[in-house]
């Protein structure tokens, strides 16, 4: 069981806004940023959204990230198929001097 | 360009050693702090390991503490994952990471990973 809890699934149709929601607690979220990565099955991770709210570039503006206290979300407007992936949340946790991941969101754009 | 090249995975015996390798390039090594991240075949990503630029800080996940060891050798750009006394959950693709700043939690470049199978 991840000690960041996000839902295993969510779907939206194409142009809709979708979100994904990742808890944490005050050792890791509530004190430190949170990091979203998106999987497309079978390749590798990719850094989507960086403290709390920065897009690297090359990150479409479809993609938001916010957070407060001991939560964030990931905002996706627009939804487009090619958005189908895994959702993964990241943050450090100061208790268990780790990065923690969420146990990740499947995308389905129906 | 930044690339990161691992290398090294295979079949091991429960209870045995590999090492895993990544290259790297594109970017001034010894100034980032590089980490690994795991996979377990149709299961989520986990964190297992980060050291600093200079190779003096670390870190591990509880489930490898004492069992793995990550090193770098700067003057060759590369970053090694040690795994001793490998079980069977330890089977996964492990990918190699950079970490974008001294915050360790972005891994802004990755791998394309090297799978690790643990079986008899």
């Known amino acids: 069981q991840s000690v960041l809890t996000q839902p295993p699934s969510a779907s939206g149709t194409p142009g809709q806004r979708g979100t994904i929601s990742c808890s944490g607690s005050?050792?890791?979220?509530?004190?430190?940023?949170v990091y979203w990565y998106q999987q497309v099955p079978g390749t590798a991770p990719k850094l989507l959204i960086y403290?709390?709210?920065q897009r690297p570039s090359g990150v479409p503006d479809r993609f938001s990230g916010s957070k407060s206290a001991t939560s964030a979300s990931l905002a996706i407007s627009g939804l487009r198929s090619e958005d189908e992936a895994d959702y993964y949340c990241?943050?450090?946790?100061?208790?268990?001097?780790?990065?923690?991941f969420g146990g990740g969101t499947k995308l389905t754009v129906l | 360009e930044v690339q990161l090249l691992e290398s090294g995975g295979g079949l091991v015996q429960p209870g045995g050693s590999l090492r895993l390798s990544c290259a790297a390039s594109?970017?001034?090594?010894?100034?980032?702090?590089m980490s690994w991240v795991r996979q377990a075949p149709g299961k989520g990503l986990e964190w297992v390991s980060v050291?600093?630029?200079?190779?003096?800080?670390?870190y591990y996940a509880d489930s490898v503490k004492g069992r793995f060891t990550i090193s770098r050798d700067n003057s060759k750009n590369t970053v090694f994952l040690q795994m001793n006394s490998l079980r069977a959950e330890d089977t996964a693709v492990y990918y190699c990471?950079?970490?974008?700043?001294?915050?360790?939690?972005?891994?802004?470049?990755w791998g394309q990973g090297t799978l690790v199978t643990v079986s008899s």
């Open positions: 990471t950079k970490v974008r700043d001294q915050l360790l939690a972005g891994l802004d470049y």
């Open positions: 594109g970017f001034t090594f010894s100034s980032y702090a």
């Open positions: 050291i600093s630029g200079s190779g003096t800080s670390t």
């Open positions: 005050s050792s890791n979220i509530g004190s430190n940023y």
């Open positions: 403290k709390n709210n």
């Open positions: 990241a943050a450090w946790d100061d208790s268990l001097s780790a990065l923690i």
